[in-house]
Each structure stands twice: as C-alpha cells, then as structure tokens.
C-alpha cells in the first residue's frame, strides 16, 4: 500500500527515498530558520507546525490529526475516536524535569497523531521541550537503535528503560548543528521504512 501523495509516486521505494530526501531539507531549514519561535514547546500546536512543515511539500495530511486507525506489528495506537481527548490530556501533562518531559513523550508516540511521520516530528518536539526545560537535547548518535525501538515498544507499560536510554544520551550542545543533524538522521533509520496498516473510519 502507498499512501497517496502530492508527488504522485505509486512506488512504496520511491516514496521513500523521496520523503527522506525532502523532509530532511525541511528539517535543516527548520533548524536554521526560526520558523518554531512562534510556538510553546510542549503544546500539540508546536509539534502540529513541525509535521506541516516537514511533510507539506509530500501530504496533504500534513500537520492534520490523522482519520485513520494505524497500528505498527501488533500494536494499535490510539484509536481516532479517543485520539483528540489523548492529545488535549497529553498537552495538559507537566514537563518541568526530565522524567515528567520522557513521559509526556511516551504518551504522544503512543496517540500517534499523525497518519505518517510521527517518529521523526515527536523526536523534534522532544528536543525542543528538553531545550527549553532542562537546556539540554539528546545526542542520538550515541542511542542504541535496537535498544531503543525495543525500550519504546515496552514504554507504554513499563517506561523506566526508555528513560535510562535518554538521560545517558543528553548533551547540553542544543544549539549543535551536527547533534541536530545526528537525530533527524537516527530518525530515518527508525522511522523511515516502518510498514503501517491502516483501516478507513
């Protein structure tokens, strides 16, 4: 199944290369040009506006909650019926230490809100809340990608391995490029060939 698309690719490899390509050009011009100034880390809205603008060019989705029932294997995230109350009861979670902010970061990958793109604009979102919080970001080069697609999988019942993962991993160099660079890159390799079903309301 190829998600219908603005490019008009109908090959699954294409599309894939192609929304890599083109939201890791976006991601650099968000890093580099202001553009989240404007937005309250933590809030739906922000992460809303990273989606939009890494995936517009792509979707038409793009920044909209997703319409759709998704699950990845055998996990089912939210379902649409209860997602927007998800989202309201994620945004109203506090994130004054780093703890609280992990958690409020496992509850977003679980609602999932998007129909594509989630892992790549939550991890954004979980920087920039970091940021603003604790002046610190993750340095995902140094993130075991195995450990940590298996430490998010369990996180909805048990997150205390997804917290020991990340808090190894900060670095206070928020304003690096290349730590920057380093996430989005990470976020290709967990993300970018991820097969996700999905069933029509």
């Known amino acids: 199944m190829v998600l219908e698309n603005k490019l008009n690719i109908t090959d699954s490899t294409e599309l894939v290369r192609m929304e890599e390509k083109i939201s890791k050009k976006k991601a650099v011009e968000l890093f580099e040009n ?13 992460l809303a506006a990273i989606h939009r603008f890494l995936f517009e060019e792509i979707y038409d989705f793009a920044g909209k909650v997703r319409t759709v029932n998704i699950a990845k294997g055998i996990f089912r995230f939210a379902p649409v019926m209860y997602l927007q109350a998800a989202i309201e009861n994620i945004e109203r979670m506090p994130q004054s230490t780093f703890d609280e902010i992990v958690e409020k970061y496992v509850e977003m990958n679980i609602a999932h809100p998007f129909r594509e793109g989630n892992g790549r604009s939550t991890r954004i979102w979980l920087d920039l809340i970091l940021k603003k919080e604790l002046n610190m970001v993750i340095d995902w080069s140094i993130v075991d990608k195995e450990d940590y697609l298996l430490a998010m999988e369990r996180s909805p019942i048990k997150d205390i391995e997804i917290k020991h993962i990340l808090k190894q991993a900060l670095t206070n160099k928020v304003d690096d490029r290349e730590v920057y660079m380093k996430g989005i890159d990470y976020s290709y390799y967990y993300e970018g060939y991820a097969i996700y079903k999905a069933e029509d309301l």
């Open 34 to 46: 202001g553009y989240l100034n404007n937005y309250e880390a933590g809030t739906f809205q922000m």
